[in-house]
């Protein structure tokens, strides 16, 4: 007999009433030595089975507790209990691995609630709640729908190198990956430590971004993507950044800032509304879950929405675009402002923080927004300057709960603001020949951006904790599992 997963059971219950089946999963919980909840991952719904305790010793059904693998063998019946509409009237049993109910006790396996915290303590086990499953089905889908966005519209899906020489952001927040003894690394002639002995010849670092190298693709494939894992050495211990955190990057030749407004919008739009069409179950529990959650907290914090909501508001909502110059001027003038609310200052030419945005976002558009044309100081060197000499074509994407989640810009194209720009930023022309050399040869408009693919799944999910939307979060002083 074929084993048959819960989801598809469940779908196409109808068509297998009186069959005989085969599941697998693992005990979610039994209940009067009679009614077993089973789940396989594959949906959150467990199906029941039905055990006739007088055709079994009590040392079997002992073995069927909490956290036990089993196998079910029975027929599929219409259920005689509400909750569920087929159950599994059970014939014979096989326990697969066993579960040592005192050892459960002491998991979150055990079945009640159980803090975020705590399950992030028992990341190995944190698959096996309905929560995490939610979670991870839809960053599933979210991944897909990534993937399948791109691919219809004929762009080329480039791996990019994790291993890299060049600081692309220049935040000087990489890590370091050396083969060199640390008791002893070989000195240069100025007592520092000579990386042309190293295994590449030169300091090597993992990548903060694919982008300079989506670039080079770009200008010969026209258009292309990355999606891959990225690192940085924050210090911010946040619940909004992760050391190792997933980065889609879209570069497209001949666009200029406008079609990469667009673009983004679009693709935003595209992947909230698959999730909606996709994972209405996973979502419906997590709707529940949000509400619970926003209910506990301070009436000022509380989100207007539900999770469904917001991200329906998403896919029914133009995104209010507007200059950095011109939030300046909207923050200023707020309430906030005048009552002195901000910690952090506003002023022309300093970076946005966090409150900021969220305020532009949820407090004066009640919108997600995009932020364009910031002082050329506060952005990264490859960002076409605009005419007025103060600003460069970049765009942030702000979205409600999250702040920033989307970073691009227009790049720039021309060689000599270029190089002059690798002055400024103190980047060694040598080191960026390649990068440079594509500006000499047909160069052309091109633009793109980097979306933080976690903060999609925390705006996607309603977890307000960044560690609890990727499976094993890498971060400040945690690198368990
Ligand atoms: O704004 P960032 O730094 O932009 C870039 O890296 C560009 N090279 C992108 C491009 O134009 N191709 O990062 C892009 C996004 C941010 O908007 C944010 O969503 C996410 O990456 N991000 C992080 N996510 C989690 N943890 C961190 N430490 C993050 N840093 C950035
Ligand atoms: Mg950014």
């Not at 762009?155 to 000087?172: K, Q, V």
Request: aromatic share 12%.
């Amino acid at each position: 007999m074929a084993r048959i997963r819960i989801s598809e059971l469940l779908n196409d219950g109808a068509n297998l009433i009186g069959k005989k089946i085969e599941v697998k999963g693992w005990v979610r919980a039994f209940r009067s030595k009679r009614f077993v909840q089973l789940n396989d991952g594959s949906c959150m719904a467990n199906i029941q089975g039905v055990i006739d305790y007088d055709n079994f010793d009590e040392a079997q059904l002992k073995a069927i507790s909490t956290g036990a693998a089993v196998c079910l063998h029975g027929t599929l019946v219409e259920s005689q209990g509400s909750g569920q509409a087929v159950e599994l009237q059970v014939e014979s049993f096989d326990i697969i691995g066993a579960a040592d109910p005192d050892a459960v006790q002491k998991t979150i396996l055990q079945p009640k609630k159980h803090s975020l915290d705590l399950l992030r303590e028992q990341a190995h086990l944190r698959f096996r709640t309905n929560t995490f499953g939610a979670v991870f089905r839809i960053r599933h889908a979210a991944s897909f729908a990534v993937h399948q966005f791109f691919n219809d519209k004929g762009f080329n899906y480039i791996h990019t190198p994790i291993l890299t020489g060049s600081d692309a952001e220049g935040a000087g927040e990489m890590f370091r990956v050396s083969t060199l003894d640390p008791k002893s690394p070989p000195l240069d002639e100025a007592g520092g430590i000579d990386y042309s002995k190293d295994f590449f010849g030169k300091q090597v670092n993992l990548t903060v971004s694919g982008q300079l190298e989506a670039e080079l693709a770009a200008l010969g494939l026209g258009q292309v993507y990355t999606f891959g894992p990225t690192f940085r050495a924050e210090n911010s211990n946040t619940s909004r950044h992760l050391a190792e955190f997933w980065m889609i990057e879209p570069e497209v030749a001949f666009n200029d800032l406008f079609d990469n407004m667009d673009l983004t919008e679009e693709f935003l739009k595209y992947i909230c509304s698959y999730i909606l069409e996709k994972c209405v179950e996973d979502l419906n529990f997590l709707d529940q879950r949000y509400t619970q959650e926003q209910s506990q907290k301070p009436q000022k914090d509380r989100s207007d929405l539900g999770l469904i909501e917001s991200i329906q508001f998403i896919t029914n909502n133009d995104f209010k675009r507007l200059t950095y110059t011109e939030a300046i001027d909207v923050l200023r003038n707020s309430k906030a402002y005048k009552k002195k609310r901000f910690e952090f200052p506003v002023e022309w030419g300093v970076d946005l923080q966090s409150e900021h945005e969220r305020y532009l976002v949820e407090k004066e558009f009640k919108c997600p927004v995009i932020l364009s044309d910031y002082p050329a100081d506060i952005k990264a060197f490859y960002m076409r300057q605009n005419d007025d000499g103060k600003t460069v074509a970049a765009m942030d994407v702000l979205f409600p709960g999250i702040g920033e989640i989307v970073g691009g810009s227009q790049r720039e194209e021309r060689l000599d603001i270029l190089k002059s720009k690798c002055k400024d930023f103190n980047i060694d022309e040598k080191e960026l020949w390649w990068y440079l050399e594509t500006r000499k040869f047909g160069t052309v408009p091109h633009a793109g951006f980097g979306m933080g693919f976690e903060r999609l799944v925390m705006f996607l999910t309603g977890m307000s904790n960044i560690r609890d939307v990727i499976p094993f979060p890498r971060a400040r002083d945690n690198a368990e599992f």
